[in-house]
């Protein structure tokens, strides 16, 4: 068996076939990315958290499933600023095991919650635009709260085993908090580590590019949204509205899986692989591609986490009129004007 080095799991080995590379840099890289997170994440989820449970009157599905969102990414900076200290501190846990293991857990429930939270976002909004007579009768208030567990439970169960994997290990006078596993369940791990990469992040990534591909033809179609319409709606703007809200909801979402889970996942995929190979069959993986697969990971860890700063601005930019809950921003529309935007916006 070969042993791949580095300062997260360096220990000792008999075979002559061994990596050993530098990885320093996370120790500026992490904590600094963390704290701009910490920071910016923190102030807008906040803001979204008044908004949405102080300002909004009625909630709708979608209400639903962004609070869920926003709770999700909140409770995950909260641990921030442990991951902080450690990394700055240069790989030396200060805590017990048990709370690197709920650290450790925080970090991919909020990744894979994120994920399936703006799944349920994502679907709502296509189910209304393309089948919008029946979703009044599929969406509901209830219904969403049905789903908001189902998906918490879901997440709970396929992340407890990062509770056994990660574990903590005192090296040359320093105690690692791993963020993957111990060399010796590296095999276990890289097991489930696909299998949850495949259920909750490319199944669910392969869906909502369908779903968006039919939600932008059927936006393209000349006339949508004015069906069944009077003809004093139809001078309104309210189809063309909830169009452009449609269009950034597509954009911002698309943009939390381009920047910051489709990076992750491929370089901690490629990653995960190399190493396996290399403990197998040195000759196949050179040190170098192992160390550029390592690089490319570590780089990628904070985009991961930038999604707690994506996640409010979908809320805000594509939300339910979420800048009208503003107290300063509180404007009186007429009875027609919402009769005209309720047909419309209503199941959204």
């Known amino acids: 068996m070969v ?20 990885d320093s840099f996370k120790y500026i ?74 650290i450790r857990f925080l970090f991919y429930a909020n990744l894979y919650g994120s994920i399936l939270f703006l799944s349920c976002i994502s679907l709502h909004r296509f189910v209304g635009i393309c089948y919008p007579v029946r979703s009044l009768s599929w969406v509901s208030v209830r219904q969403a709260r049905l789903v908001s ?61 369908v779903c968006y591909s039919l939600m ?27 169009k452009q809200k449609s269009v950034k909801m597509i954009i911002i979402v698309l943009a939390a899986f ?6 992750f996942h491929l370089t901690r995929s490629l990653h995960y692989i190399f190493r396996y190979l290399r403990q197998v069959n040195p000759a196949q993986i050179s040190c170098n591609l192992l160390n550029s697969s390592n690089v490319a990971y570590k780089i990628t860890r904070p985009l991961a986490s930038a999604n707690s700063c994506v996640d409010p601005i979908l809320y805000f930019l594509a939300g339910q009129d979420a800048r009208s809950n503003f107290p300063k921003r509180c404007k009186l529309q007429s009875p027609k004007a919402k009769t005209g935007s309720q047909n419309l916006t209503t199941k959204l």
């Not at 042993?3 to 590379?21: G, H, I, L």
């Not at 596993?181 to 276990?188: G, H, M, R, V």
């Not at 059927?218 to 063309?240: H, V």
Request: net charge neutral.
């Open 216 to 242: 932008v033809r059927k936006l393209l179609e000349p006339g949508w949204g004015f069906e069944g319409r009077t003809e004093e709606e139809r001078g309104g703007l309210t189809a063309q509205r909830f």
């Open 149 to 209: 567990v189902v998906v918490w439970t879901c997440v709970l169960f396929c992340q407890a085993p990062v509770l056994y994997f990660s574990r903590t290990r005192d090296v040359n006078s320093v105690r690692i908090c791993h963020d993957t596993t111990i060399p010796e369940l590296f095999d276990d791990f890289l097991i489930y580590s696909s299998v949850v990469s495949v259920l909750m992040f490319a199944l669910p990534f392969v869906v909502l590019m």
């Open 29 to 102: 890289l992490l904590p600094v990315s963390y704290t701009l997170v910490f920071v910016i994440g923190l102030a807008l989820n906040a803001t979204a958290l008044y908004v949405i449970v102080f300002r909004t009157k009625r909630w709708k599905p979608s209400t639903i499933y962004m609070f869920n969102l926003t709770v999700c990414d909140t409770l995950y900076i909260f641990t921030l600023p442990f991951l902080i200290f450690y990394y700055a501190d240069k790989n030396d846990w200060p805590f017990s095991e048990p709370f690197c293991k709920f």
């Open 3 to 22: 042993t791949v080095y580095n300062n997260e799991t360096n220990q000792t080995n008999s075979s002559a076939y061994y990596c050993r590379f530098d």
């Open 258 to 263: 381009m920047l910051c889970f489709l990076p």
